[in-house]
């Protein structure tokens, strides 16, 4: 193959450096962890019905709305507390739980596309 006789790519369209400005790393990082939190089915179902509920919920009553046992429940209930998406509130023995919208937010902006060129 005569390497001469291949096309030269312009420099405009190749290797120009990406825009970084919008996402530090530790955002990167926050933000890959509510993601993670949320790969479970489980925990995008205790999510949606946070959004739903007008108050906190109990653990009690994510119970048999996830036809799954105490313990796994407050499993996943954990994972999406330390990823920083809920917010616990201990009333005596009960737990109760609320959605942290503005946690909720910041991941939903990262997969807004405005201003990208099609």
Not at 87 to 111: K, M, P, S
Request: glycine fraction near 4%; hydrophobic fraction near 40%.
């Amino acid at each position: 193959m005569n390497v001469d006789a291949l096309p030269l790519l312009a420099t405009s369209s190749c290797c120009q450096p990406l825009d970084r400005a919008g996402l530090t790393d530790k955002d990167a990082e926050t933000t890959a962890a509510i993601f993670k939190a949320l790969s479970e089915p489980a925990r995008v179902t205790i999510v949606n019905l946070l959004a739903r509920s007008p108050e906190p919920v109990c653990v009690c009553e994510l119970t048999p709305a996830l036809r799954l046992s105490q313990p796994t429940v407050s499993h996943h209930l954990k994972k999406l507390v330390d990823a920083g998406l809920l917010h616990r509130e201990q009333r005596g023995v009960w737990a109760f739980y609320t959605l942290d919208r503005e946690a909720l937010d910041r991941a939903a902006g990262i997969l807004q596309l405005e201003g990208v060129r099609t």
